[in-house]
């Protein structure tokens, strides 16, 4: 074992991953892994942009993971169900990249793949247009978590087009990987 962790550690460190977490994203471990990405983003606008996208994906796992865990919460101690997933943030030379991924089940793989693919062919003010869009349609939607808003919110934010795969897994399930890439240098 600590050789595999070893291994893990200097990839890790090769890809200069700053934050890697699997499991229970609960709202307190979405704080905390927050707080540990906002105290870098105080001097560092770009920066700003991959908390505001860290966010965002650890609530659409949080909210949307058709695995789940059930964590306590509050002081009564009562569990709830939070979705499982994986987030990693990271950088290379030019940019900063947040990927997250979970289990989603066959009746959310369509939409995902419909949204993800009109928001990747999408240009900024088609983004605007689609995402003024959504927010009327949720405010007819009653009980809507937010009506596929977090896909646009972070193609808005991301400097390029959002990265996702749909990888089938057993029980008519996939796993959905999301990756939104903010560039360390705006382009002239």
Same mark, same amino acid.
């Given at each position: 074992?600590?050789?595999?962790? #070893? ?9 200069k991953?700053?934050l890697? #977490? /699997? *499991?229970?994203?609960?709202q307190?471990v979405?704080?905390?892994?927050? &707080?540990?990405?906002?105290? /870098?983003?105080v ?10 996208? #860290?966010?965002e ?12 865990? =059930?964590?306590?919460?509050?002081? @009564? ?6 979705g499982?997933?994986? %987030?990693v943030?990271?950088?290379? =030379?030019?940019?900063?990249? %947040?990927?997250?991924?979970?289990v989603? &089940? ?32 949720a405010h007819?939607?009653? *009980?809507?978590? *937010?009506?596929?808003? *977090? ?10 087009p959002?990265?996702?795969?749909i990888?089938?897994? =057993? @029980?008519g ?6 990756t =939104? ?8």
């Amino acid at each position: 074992m600590a050789e595999d962790l #070893f291994r893990l550690y200097q990839d890790m460190s090769q890809r200069k991953i700053w934050l890697a #977490f /699997k *499991g229970a994203i609960s709202q307190d471990v979405l704080v905390e892994l927050g &707080t540990l990405l906002k105290n /870098k983003s105080v001097l560092d606008r770009r920066v700003k942009k991959v908390f505001a996208i #860290f966010i965002e994906m650890t609530q659409n796992i949080l909210h949307y993971s058709a695995e789940t865990e =059930a964590v306590p919460f509050g002081d @009564n101690g009562v569990a709830h169900p939070v979705g499982v997933g994986v %987030v990693v943030v990271s950088e290379s =030379a030019d940019d900063y990249s %947040v990927s997250a991924g979970n289990v989603v &089940t066959s009746d959310q793989v369509a939409h995902l793949r419909e949204q993800c693919e009109r928001i990747h062919g999408s240009d900024t003010g088609q983004l605007k247009q689609y995402y003024d869009a959504r927010i009327k349609a949720a405010h007819s939607l009653a *009980g809507s978590k *937010g009506a596929g808003l *977090g896909l646009i919110d972070i193609a808005r934010k991301a400097d390029f087009p959002l990265d996702y795969e749909i990888r089938s897994i =057993a @029980n008519g399930r996939a796993f959905f990987v999301l990756t =939104a890439r903010i560039a360390k240098r705006l382009a002239p």
